[in-house]
């Protein structure tokens, strides 16, 4: 399908084709808050449909590894971690957080193999700004940068996940999509039927080190965000990115003050999708705000959820579907960008972004 025309309201969507819930390698994904991982703890994920042992060794480093014994499979969650070594619940080899192993109990000197022929895999990890990214990949050495909020000199303030039944591309697209608001959303403080407006919001291309993505250019936030009004004490100017595989942050400032919020979609397996919501603010009050918010998001998130799973019911009997321009346009985006990291891939080269300056216009 030719992907580079510019948007027909009647050309066939192809959301479920090709690309559609493939998980992308090669990338960070958010992995956990900070604060989830323990001192001297270590627990199981399925990120990808890979098992992954998560922790945080004595020292404070997190670390990965995969949560599966060199030895028979076993999980190595299940057995005990001191805070240096993991230690498998079956016939107790010992690995070190580096993935080395350090005991086979059961070896004579003269066997084979030894600890020091043994490794488990280990899964990069970096932790920044309260979040921990997992690198989910097989490259290793110089690595692309973890997604980065824009420093407003704070710490996160909250954060709030809920599980999607569904790949990750509905996740994604059921989050960005930007005409939804006033029907699933709708409340007096937000926006509603009544508050629905035309539109025009200039896009770019993400410079290429910020990763493959798009930004909406820094504007005045609509005048049916009261929501943020409040909050931030006037009208925002605010800025949205995002990027692959599944990164979106938004910045919303007044002279005062700053709000940013990063929801990062995460496949648990190909058809489960976690989605993290990290918010962080520089309005003052943040024990009370971090009340008053925390049911906010999540009812915010469920809605989402909520219409997600109907659109995945309906997706089941295999509609024709239709695709508008411009709201349905940064959709499109998503799997251009994503086929395009794919071939890329395959191709050994590094990607292009195929986006160019443009203004869309669109009613919410
Ligand atoms: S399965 Fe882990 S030590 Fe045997
Ligand atoms: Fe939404």
Redesign the pocket.
């Known amino acids: 399908m030719d992907d580079t025309r510019p948007d027909q309201p009647h050309a066939a969507p192809d959301y479920r084709l090709g690309v559609g819930g493939v998980m992308l390698r090669e990338a960070w994904y958010y992995a956990a808050p900070a604060s989830a991982l323990a001192r001297g703890k270590a627990v199981h994920r399925t990120l990808l449909g890979e098992p992954v042992l998560l922790g945080r060794d004595a020292g404070g480093n997190v670390f990965a590894l995969r949560d599966t014994c060199p030895h028979r499979g076993t999980l190595l969650s299940k057995g005990k971690f001191d805070g240096r070594e993991v230690e498998c619940p079956y016939h107790g080899w010992r690995f070190r957080t580096d993935g080395q192993c350090t005991a086979i109990p059961s070896q004579t000197a003269a066997q084979r193999p030894q600890p020091g022929d043994i490794r488990a895999e280990v899964f990069p990890v970096r932790e920044h700004q309260g979040n921990v990214w997992i690198y989910m990949g097989t490259q290793r050495g110089a690595l692309p940068p973890v997604p980065e909020v824009p420093a407003i000199g704070n710490k996160r303030q909250l954060y709030v996940s809920m599980v999607f039944d569904c790949n990750i591309d509905l996740a994604v697209i ?2 960005m ?1 930007p005409a ?2 006033a029907f ?2 709708s409340s007096s403080l937000w926006r509603n039927e009544a508050s629905i407006h035309e539109k025009h919001k200039a896009f770019s291309p993400l410079p290429e080190s910020e990763g493959l993505g798009w930004r909406m250019d820094r504007h005045t936030a609509s005048r049916n965000s009261r929501a943020y009004a409040l909050f931030l004490g006037g009208a925002p100017e605010t800025e949205i990115s995002y990027r692959l595989p599944s990164v979106r942050i938004e910045h919303a400032r007044t002279p005062r003050y700053n709000y940013c919020g990063l929801t990062a979609c995460t496949p648990i397996t190909a058809d489960r999708t976690e989605v993290h919501h990290v918010m962080y603010w520089d309005v003052p009050g943040a024990a009370i705000m971090r009340a008053i918010m925390r049911p906010i998001a999540m009812r ?1 998130l469920d ?2 959820r909520r ?1 997600v799973m109907s659109m995945v019911e309906g997706l089941a009997f295999d509609p024709k579907t239709v695709l508008v321009q411009d709201a349905d346009t940064q959709t499109r985006w998503y799997f251009r960008l994503k086929r395009e990291f794919l071939a890329a891939q395959a191709e050994g080269r590094a990607p292009k972004n195929p986006i160019t300056p443009v203004t869309l216009s669109w009613r919410s």
């Open positions: 059921g989050l999509d939804h608001g699933v959303h915010f809605q989402d219409a």
